[in-house]
């Protein structure tokens, strides 16, 4: 009998994990068809984000299917529910079985979908990847959000508008060894030093990327330094908690706050005029510009050689970088007037 | 059979028995450090204790730790320790979020008392597993930080609440004063008006000393050491689900990494006051006093231009201070009464 048990849970186990496995293989799916067979000219392309339901992805896939709809393509998008490393191998596999022209896609991890993004490649498919790259050698093309130049530049130019290019700032950066941010923040002291002699930076602290942390680091270096003309935050979470912390304070108004940020956790402060713009990349136009990249593969018009253009209809001209990379362009600046067609 | 006493009773009356209780007190010694640090700021920048920001502040910042560390105070009275706090706190916070997300008009009433019931039911696994177990508390809890903490990133993922999430109703309370004393600040100081009250009057409150003490002979004794004991562990559990939701209110933005840390924050906070690690001593009070000593010393030490990275070290030198000072006044003691029961 308990022998028999045994077996019977086996097998209701085995049963279990086969329909848990046929469930995932379909799951989150929602191509409509795959193509009519490989070839040049096909311009069936494929939207895989990290995972769905991620509204910054959601964002995204927008741009590329205005796009794809824009040069008579036909736009699917597909993804894992959760972003795990080898999640979407699945997906890239069911693409290059359905010969569809271009594959575009963030990848979870620069290596674990190298091999089946390249056995898609073998059958034909361009795969163009954006916001996270793989190693080089496994797509023909990476759409670059954001040059370390351009996000140093941005920020530079948005603190020295709001206080009126003289005065004392601070920098409130996420943790004090973040590769990212130090690089950001050296490039954005040169900035400062080469063209607002005006402007001078009295002190950097860190926040850990930790709201707590940034909250009362923001009010200590109010407190340090009185004449403190604005806060510029190259991370997510130090520019909300900033933003947070002087939206309650006497300083609103005062101080500026600015850097990096996302919409939705920006909104409420621009929206009562504490902060007056920050920066960020825009993901609709990145995800614009991955679907024209990749109709360019498709139609053969580059092979993803550095100096090849192509025009990527209302964004324009765009030359094919080292590394077979395209920039973007010059982060995207989010102020009272637009936040609201954002949500991410 | 006459009784002895190893100690004759005090001939000094009740007046200046007080005068000198309260002159060599552990609570009052830390109080002066804390006088000490808020006047040498003062003297560095007026503005520390004169402007309205700011007195809100030195008021405000410390309401989270201080409800920590009441909780945490009384765990380790009975000679237990809970370091799952932090993880509760970040589980009760993001759960306050999603409430006003998910239930839009709820009020913030029930917001609190769900906060708080969640909190005290986190701490009963904690008693339960402890009390039951026989398992040193060090260990049980260290496994509930990260089983806690686990469950708020399986939830919140990458999410996270921002403040135009939450109505501004509640988000006000965060920053809200009646008679330019915040109301956060009272709702702690009520806490631990009751607790501290509690403990020295109560018959339970008695008894948690007892136990922590030795806890064997209080179980010879016929106290209901394992009921106590799961008391304690839900207080504190309770106390973090309220310091969850009061974080919510305060920083407006909680991701699944809220309140990481905290929980050493807190025993320090404790040991600092001067609550014996080993259980059966200190007091509420001294613990909420080294909560707002440990927080405003983070808030003054930039502004007497001590270095960031030098910051954690000043805690980390006063935390063994307290400790050295605990056993000094310990060896101090048990000289006298071993020199008091020689002379008898």
Known sequence: MKFSNKKATALAALAVSAALVLSACGGGSDSDGGGSGGGGGDLSVTFLPKNLGNPYFDTSDKGGKAAVEEFGGKFSEVGPQEATPDGQVPFINTAAQQGIGALVVSANDPKAIGDALNEARDAGTKVVTFDSDTDPEYRDLFINQASAEGIAKVQVKMIAEQIGDAGDIAILSAAANATNQNEWIDLMKKEIAASHPNIK??????????????????SALLQKYPNLKGIVSPTTVGIAAAARY??????????????LGTPNQMREYVENGTVDAFALWNPEDLGYLAAFAAKALVDG?????????????????????ADSTVLLGDPFEFTKDNIGDFDF | MSTTTLVEPSRRSAAQRAVSTILTSRESAIALVLVVVVLAATSQRSSFLFSSDSWRDLLLAPSILLLLAVGQAVVIITRSVDLSVGSTLALTAYLTGRLFVDNPGIPVVVVFLIGIAAGALLGLVNGLLVALGKVPALVITLGTMYIYRGIVLEWAGSDRINASDMPSGFLALGTKTILTIPVLTIIAVVVLVAVGYYLRTARGGRELYAIGSDPDAAHLYGLNVRKRVIGAFVLCGALAGLAGVVYAARYGTISSSAGTGIELQAVGAAVIGGVAIFGGSGTVWGAAIGAWLLITINRALPILGVQDFWQRAVVGALIIAAIVLDRVLAIRRSRKLIEARDDS
């Not at chain 1, 930076?201 to 923001?218: I, N, P, R």
């Not at chain 1, 002087?246 to 850097?259: L, P, Q, R």
């Not at chain 1, 100096?307 to 094919?320: R, S, W």
């Open chain 1, 201 to 218: 930076v009295v002190d950097t602290v860190y926040g850990d990327d930790d709201d707590q942390a940034s909250f009362d680091k923001t």
């Open chain 1, 301 to 321: 018009d580059i092979t993803g050689k550095e100096g090849d253009t192509f025009t990527a209809g209302k964004l324009g001209d765009y030359t094919v970088g």
């Open chain 1, 246 to 259: 002087v939206s309650d304070s006497d300083f609103k108004g005062k101080v500026k706050v600015t850097g």
